[in-house]
């Protein structure tokens, strides 16, 4: 079936379908992020060749790899609002962990993994996934508009797929917007050159307009042959342009003599602009008072100036309306009179453990709340609402995120919130979102003072004040320090495991996010100390997210031995034992990760200490089973994938599993990396409660291990088993549950512990579980389990994620 896929799409065509007059794919990059990229994330951009605008909210952008199987899917991205007539729109997709500069703010944004080097792009009407797997098939659905193979794609229009795709260069149309439907002759590559809808040049240029930001309106490039017709400006106060809701009651409108005092500028990134606030308040504690004015370059203002601002109005959602954020009302292609400076600046509101209620977010259903009026002393996300754009402060406040990359950190302003024993928030349930979090990033010039280096446990001391924005990278509302507090230390250390009994075998999971040869040597040496003096070199360690020799360059490497080697070279340097290794190279591009890099998961064992069993059969895609009874029980090879080839693990890790000895004991050893979050709604949605569309497959991951599980266990009813991993779910979750069978199959330690070290990972100032380990229930109560924090709680982390340990007497 794959051969004859792979056959069919060489026949040529002399048109693939109706040439497009008006929406076109106009620009292909799918190595966003990857090594050598300037940009981080991959992009579709289109454009419209015609003069009028193309109404895109029934259409969908898709993506179908390179090289299709008969099991290949395509994936999907929707789209909204509308293409200008000569105008462009920007589809951002997936991130990697290289490139340097992030997108203009993208007009639509998915979560989809694209290659750097082949692939296939469609535009199409609707937003249910294309069947096609080869060109005839593709070209014969009326659904497709539009449609780009690069590399080796074989699915293409025409006679070839455009070539020249790679981690630094795009596909792309020229200037003339061509189409001829034959891919190879109508785009060629070129360094990206990512344009929004706010982007004003030529049809095929790349000059002039926002570098991001808020997309302003802007008009076509060719002129539609009646004049548009134009609204009277409305005269307005802030509060009349904020409304009483999430959205304006002036989206899209003119409006003029809006006035207030500049209370924060930002002139930096990629949404430059300032926020204004009025000092006339009206009595609705629903309305906000401030307000993003977009400028889209350098503002020329200053804090503390009185302003007279006329513009638009426009509802703008940081990452894309289909990411499910909140919508964030600015003034967009503004024009600005200062009509005073040095003025004194509205009181801040203060947020603190009175004035921020304990409810996160109202319920709908699953529907979006952005039209219902906002309850500020219900919800907190209603508060945040009410208030965005305004001048707010903190006091002394706990830091429960430390400073990341991007130079942000969390805080609470509710600290007796779910607190962790070492200074965090935990996350307890799906209805726990913990109220009280914030973001904190700063307006001060770097070169003035440096942002804050801060870990968990600390405190951001004094008071921290500016206007209240929402980052939608950060999940939830930030407050934009144009004073910032200082950073006293709250004293927590990276902790070191305890010391095992010679008669207990350690086993430790390690996610080591991403590692590659080409890595720093740091992160090497850094690792191994953690292996080392942290966990105290563990008898068997299961590795999560290794790549391969060439780490996110997609060539088709999928060999890892150079990162393994350089990994137990640092571990031995470092005082470690001489770790051997065992793991099965996935099929190339099959298991979803960083594009180029396939991840997978591998055992490190020390030979002093435990033997491997070494079970021939085990490949890619053979399916490892269950032989024997009792004593005698094995697995049929070792090492082993459980059931590679179902559906459930379609772009995602399958388990490793290997047998082992310790004393003469057999340990069954399942390591995991199940599917990413990615997609799921934020628990700061505006459709709440929010959709996690992914956990649908962990959750038959779960129940895919649970079942092997189970065999080993029917099989042995003493068999020794131990589950672990990067789960990509919490302890309460349904795939965690399928897994366990709610204690009956495994035990999940986690449930073991003190509820206040119940985490492993620390997001969006969250203490939560996303690792595991598991055992066969008849070794729960032999067994020390610890989770080490030596990671997440820490600005300056090896890896995202804590290591766990075990101390098991068989």
Known sequence: ???????????????????????????????????????????????????????????SVQYLSGSPTSTSKWQVTTLTGSLAGGGRYLVGEAAGTGGSTPLPAPDATGTIAMSGTSGTIALVSGADPLTCLTAADCAADGRVKDLVGYGTAVVHEGAGAAAGASNTASVARGSSLADTDDNAADLTPGAPTPQNSGDVGTVGGVSGGADGGTP?????????????????????????????????????????????????????????????????????????????????????????????????????????????????????????????????????????????????????????????????????LDLYASLEGMNVQIGDSRVVGATDPYSELWVTVKPAQNPTKRGGTLYTGYDQPNSGRLMVQSLIPTATSAFPTANVGDTLAGTTTGPLDYNQFGGTYALQARVLGT????????????????????????????????????????LAKGLVTSLRSPDIVALEEIQDNNGATDDGTVAPDQTLQKLTGAITAAGGPQYQWRQIDPVNDKDGGEPGGNIRQVFLFNPARVGFTDIPGGDSTTAVGVTGTGSATALTASPGRIAPNDPAWTTSRKPLVGQFTFRGKKLFVIANHFDSKGG??????????????????????????????????????????????????????????????????LTDLVGTLPAKERYSYVYEGNSQVLDHILVSPNLDRRVDYDVVHINSEFANQTSDHDPQVIRLEP
């Open 1 to 59: 079936m794959a051969g004859a896929v792979v056959l069919a799409g060489l026949t040529v065509h002399s048109a693939f379908a109706t040439v497009s007059s008006d929406g076109l794919v106009a620009e292909v990059y799918g190595g966003g992020g990857n090594a050598g990229a300037t940009y981080t994330n991959d992009f579709v951009e289109l454009a419209n060749a015609g003069s009028g605008p193309l109404d895109l909210s029934g259409y």
């Open 216 to 380: 302003p309106t802007t008009p076509p490039t060719t002129p539609p042959t009646t004049p548009p017709t134009t609204t009277p400006p409305v005269t307005a106060a802030i509060h009349d342009i904020q409304g009483d809701t999430r959205v304006s009651p002036l989206e899209g409108k003119a409006v003029t003599g809006v006035t207030g005092v500049v209370t924060g500028v930002r002139d930096y990134g990629s949404s430059k602009g300032f926020w204004f606030q009025d000092t006339h308040p009206d009595a609705n504690p629903r309305t906000s008072e401030g307000v993003f004015v977009y400028t889209g370059a350098d503002p020329a203002v200053a804090v503390g100036d009185a302003v007279s601002v006329a513009g638009t109005v426009s509802d703008y959602y940081p990452g894309g309306a289909t990411g499910g954020g909140q919508a964030v009302t600015e003034v967009t292609k503004p024009t600005v009179s200062t009509v005073s400076s040095g003025n004194p600046l509205p009181a801040p509101v203060v947020l603190d453990s009175h004035s921020v209620p304990d409810a996160f977010a109202p319920s709908a259903g699953g529907g979006s709340i952005e039209n219902l009026p906002l309850r500020p002393t219900e919800f907190a």
């Open 487 to 526: 950073v006293r230390s709250g004293g927590i250390q990276p902790e070191v495991t305890a010391k095992a009994h010679a008669d207990q075998a350690t086993i430790a999971t390690y996610n080591v996010e991403n590692l590659a040869p080409g890595n720093p040597q740091a992160k090497f040496d850094a």
């Open 680 to 745: 799921d709604q934020g628990v700061d949605s505006r459709f709440q409660p929010p959709v996690r569309s992914s956990e649908v497959q962990r959750v038959r991951q779960a129940i895919i291990e649970h079942d092997f599980v189970q065999q080993l266990e029917t099989a042995d009813p003493h068999a020794e088993v131990v589950a672990l991993g990067d789960l990509n779910d919490y302890q309460f979750s349904p795939a965690v549950l399928s897994l366990t069978d709610n204690g009956k199959t």
